[in-house]
C-alpha cells in the first residue's frame, strides 16, 4: 500500500520595511509629507513637541521601533527603524513643523540623499530646509542618473537650488532650464525647467505633470489670503526650443510664478486632496472647480535687476471654513511652457523675500 504525504511549506515572509502612512490624533494636525526616507509631521500651530504620539500604518507584518503611538521628543527629528517580517530593516527620519510660515526668505537649505534608505549610490540632492517647499530635483537625480548610466548630477547641476544672487540675506531660489535627455522604458524628457513650489512632489518619471502635488493646508487660524508678494529677477535663455525639440527663432521664453487657494473636503478626504500639473491652471479641468482664488503674475518677460510684485488675489468663490478646508500653494518655474517642452535651455528665474498677505478676519 502506498500512502502519498504532503508537507506544506510556510507561506513566504514579507520582506517589505515600508512606512505606508503616518497620522497624529491632535486637532491641530493636518497631514504628513514626505520626502524619500525623511517624513514631515504638519501642524497649524505650535504643539508641545515633547510629546508627540505619530500612529504609523506600515507594511504587512511589519514592525517599528519606537513604537506606533508611543510618544516622543520632537524638539529634534526622531530615526524610527521598520523591520520587515523576513528581518530586513530600514530607517527613517520623523520631524515636526510646528506652524505654518507665510513669509518666504530662502535662506535655509539642505542637501539630502532621498535614495539612502534603498541603499542606491551615495547623491547629494538640493532642497529647501522647509519641507514645505518641493522641487522636482529628486526626479532630476533619477532621470539624468538614467540618462548619463549611473552619473548623478552634482549640486550645481541641478535645475533648482540656492544661490548667492540674493535680494536680501544671504540666499535667495534659482530656477534655471536644463537639458534632459531619452530615459529607457520612459517617454523622452528632453528638457527641465528650474520649478518651486508649495506642496509635495510624488515622484513618477512616465507622468511628471502629475507626479506635482500642489498645496499646503491652510487653516483658517492664518486668515483668508489678499495679497501675493515678493521680488524676482528673470534672463530667458539664448536658443527656444518649440513644438518637436526645432529651434524656434521667433519666440522668448518666459517664466510663470503666481498663487493659488483651493478648497478640498474636511478631514482626512481633504488631505489626501491636491491639484497637479495637469489641473492647477486648466480651466476645462474637473478640479479647477476647486480653485477659490489666485494671484498671478501678468509680466513674465526678462528683468536684469530684482523687481518687486504685489498682487492682489482674484476670488473665483466665497470662502467658507465651515464647510470646506483649504490648501494654499505657491508656484514659480524657470519656463511656464515646460510641461510640453516648449522652453530656452539656461533660462533662469530667481526669486526671494516672497509672502502671502491675509485678512485675519478683520483683526
Known amino acids: 500500500m502506498l500512502i502519498n504525504s504532503c508537507i506544506k511549506e510556510p507561506p513566504p515572509q514579507h520582506i517589505q520595511a515600508n512606512i505606508l502612512g503616518i497620522t ?115 526626479g532630476v537625480a533619477t532621470g539624468l542618473g538614467q540618462i548619463n548610466f549611473g552619473q548623478y548630477p552634482s549640486l550645481d547641476e541641478y535645475s533648482t537650488k540656492p544661490t548667492q544672487d540674493s535680494h536680501s540675506g544671504n540666499y535667495a531660489a534659482q530656477l534655471t532650464t536644463i537639458h534632459g535627455g531619452s530615459i529607457i522604458g520612459v517617454t523622452r524628457i528632453p528638457f527641465i525647467p528650474g520649478n518651486l513650489f508649495r506642496g509635495n512632489y510624488a515622484f513618477s518619471l512616465s507622468d511628471p505633470s502629475g507626479s506635482l502635488q500642489f498645496g499646503i493646508p491652510h487653516p483658517s487660524n492664518l486668515g483668508i489670503p489678499i495679497k501675493f508678494k515678493g521680488f524676482y529677477k528673470y ?74 510684485f504685489d498682487l492682489d488675489f482674484e476670488y473665483l468663490q466665497e470662502v467658507d471654513f465651515e464647510a470646506n478646508d483649504y490648501k494654499l500653494t505657491i508656484v514659480a518655474l524657470s519656463s511656464k511652457e515646460g510641461a510640453s517642452y516648449q522652453v530656452a535651455p539656461g533660462s533662469t528665474l530667481i526669486i526671494d523675500d516672497l509672502e502671502i498677505v491675509t485678512d485675519l478676519f478683520g483683526n
Open 235 to 308: 534672463q530667458p535663455g539664448e536658443v527656444f526650443y518649440g513644438e518637436g525639440e526645432v529651434i524656434d527663432d521667433n519666440r522668448i521664453d518666459e517664466f510663470n510664478l503666481y498663487a493659488v487657494f483651493f478648497k478640498v473636503a474636511k478631514g482626512e478626504l481633504g488631505a489626501a486632496e491636491f491639484l497637479n500639473g495637469h489641473s492647477i491652471r486648466n480651466e476645462q479641468h474637473a478640479d479647477y472647480s476647486k480653485v477659490v482664488a489666485t494671484a498671478i503674475l501678468p509680466d513674465n518677460t526678462a528683468k536684469d535687476s530684482y523687481t518687486a
Open 24 to 138: 497624529v490624533d491632535d486637532p491641530a494636525y493636518v497631514q504628513t509629507n514626505d520626502v524619500g526616507s525623511t517624513y514631515s509631521l504638519v501642524f497649524s500651530e505650535q504643539v508641545d513637541a515633547t510629546a508627540v504620539a505619530p500612529i504609523f500604518s506600515l507594511s504587512p507584518g511589519a514592525t517599528i521601533s519606537p513604537a506606533s503611538g508611543e510618544p516622543q521628543d520632537f524638539s529634534s527629528p526622531v530615526t524610527y527603524t521598520v523591520r520587515s517580517e523576513s528581518g530586513n530593516e530600514r530607517e527613517f527620519t520623523v520631524q515636526l513643523i510646528g506652524n505654518i510660515t507665510l513669509i518666504f526668505d530662502f535662506e535655509d537649505w539642505v542637501v539630502t540623499n532621498p535614495f539612502a534608505a534603498e541603499g542606491r549610490p551615495d547623491i547629494e540632492v538640493p532642497q529647501m530646509a522647509d519641507p514645505l517647499w518641493a522641487s522636482t530635483n529628486y
